[in-house]
């Protein structure tokens, strides 16, 4: 499995990490058998999976459900899991017995909170405690109240430059990684350059590190919106509903099961049946 050090190593390579959310064990498994290099266990399950409208209500339970079924899909690959809204924004011990359940109960590789000032001592506190963190800047779900929506964030010079600032506090307080959600090109190119860490980019352009989806964006899977910055990869959604208009109309028309689906019984026993 690939370690935090792998990936800083890779971006002085310039090899591109390619990382993708998972929040079941086929999911998980399929990510990991097409070689993605790290899969994060997102709060966007709360939309893609729980059918709520923002990450908001997803709690650190429904994140440890989750984050068990992808550990056992992929046991080889480097995992992330989301801190959930609410969960580290309180006292810092309270914080920190929190992220060890988590990375026990899961046996995640890394967590992952969003945002800089408050959250660059809890950065500082969870690595000191030996847990890997990967930050996140930029559009910030958790915050989308504030932010006033889901919207392109660092477009001025003075947002831009105080991107940068935090990026680098990140690191400086031990962050393994940065996530970039939904900031210019141009930005990103420069955060990039300004840190030793990787950064991976949804919705920041081809120059961050890494890039990562949501699987069910990236498979077109589920009737969620999907964002403007996503490639559909393949169609399973189409896929999922014309199969499941054919298995309706089989069993309506009594054409499923067929002979090879069911189990017969011997005449010998059947005969002692009717008596
Ligand atoms: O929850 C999530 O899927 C995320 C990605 C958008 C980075 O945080
Ligand atoms: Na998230």
Redesign the pocket.
Known sequence: MKTTSDFIKMKAAGEKIAMV?AYDYPAAKCAEDAGVDMI?V????GMVVLGYDS?MPVTVADMVHHAKAVRRGAKNTFVVV?MPFGSYHGDINETLKTAIMMMQQTGADAL?LEGAGEVIAVIEKLTAAGIPVVA?LGLL?QSAGVLGGYKVQGKTAEQAATLIEDAKKCERAGACAI?L?CIPHQLTELVAANLIIPTIG?GAGVEADGQ?L?YHDMLSYGSHHVPKFVQQFADMGKEASSGMVHYVEAVKAGTFPASQHFFTMKEEALDQLYG
Do not use: A, N, Q, R
């Open positions: 959310t994060l997102g709060d966007s399950l990450t989301d992952k996140h779900p996530v959600e949804i990562v949501v």
